[in-house]
């Protein structure tokens, strides 16, 4: 892609944040108590619906193992069959294990350590483990220990790509998922650094918003905020 398109497509993609915001309004996302549970959740929600998660943060709260040293007490199988629900329970019990493993040797069982090391080098750490792929490791970032760090899922994915801000190809690999962020981060870069982590916060929530509703595996455009022909491309 062209740096000059690449400048126009942040651009754009910073009016999409706009529109969508006085479309449905701050989400306030996540939809979680506390850090630890904003993590757990991250974990639970790989490839399931957010109402799977639910389900069995509730299981993890009603059996009193929701947070750092219940979690890291309960025995693996019950463990899985608690977070059943979210499906995959056999790979994320142990990614869940895996992630405090990390905790507790490298940051003594702190979060508060955790979130004060500099976002890149905690990236590559959570990168490292087992169950972590991007979208995963910038979740817990953003939303767990409030990192500036955009977020990029599949809705974005498909949004950038319908309205022409991405290349199609390559698409779920690394490289798809960096080109998404670098244009994200791009899209914000001119707003004061302090109010990013927020900012990323609402927009990721919104691509969420929208794509629930309009622009899911077939793009339903009739009455989307971000429709083509009441908004062209610059
Ligand atoms: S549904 Fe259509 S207008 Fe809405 S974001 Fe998707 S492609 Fe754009």
């Not at 691509?207 to 022909?229: E, F, I, S, W």
Request: glycine content about 8%; charged content about 20%; aromatic content about 8%.
């Amino acid at each position: 892609m062209k740096p000059q398109l690449t400048r126009g497509a942040a651009r754009r993609l910073r009016q999409m944040h706009d529109q969508l915001l006085t479309a449905y309004g701050p989400q306030n996302w996540w939809p979680a108590k506390t850090p630890f549970e904003v993590i757990v959740g991250a974990y639970l929600t790989q490839n399931t619906a957010w109402r799977s998660v639910e389900r069995s943060l509730a299981q993890l709260h009603e059996a009193e193992v929701l947070g750092i040293e219940g979690l890291r007490a309960v025995p693996l199988r019950r463990l899985q069959e608690l977070i059943r629900p979210t499906g995959f329970a056999s790979r994320k019990a142990p990614a869940l294990k895996a992630f405090l493993a990390l905790l507790d040797t490298e940051f003594g069982g702190s979060l508060e350590a955790m979130a004060a090391t500099p976002t890149e080098a905690l990236r590559l750490k959570l990168l490292a483990l087992w169950g972590v792929g991007p979208e995963t490791a910038d979740a817990i970032l953003l939303y767990g220990l409030g990192h500036a760090i955009p977020v990029a899922d599949e809705y974005l994915r498909r949004i950038a790509e319908r309205h022409g801000l991405l290349d199609p190809a390559p698409r779920r690999d690394r490289l798809g998922y960096a080109a998404l962020v670098e244009l994200t981060t791009n899209a914000f870069g001119e707003d004061p650094a302090s109010s990013r982590p927020q900012q990323y916060n609402e927009f990721h929530a919104l691509t969420v918003a929208v794509g629930k509703a309009h622009c899911g595996r077939v793009a339903n455009c009739t009455n989307c905020p971000l429709n083509y022909d009441a908004h062209k491309l610059p």
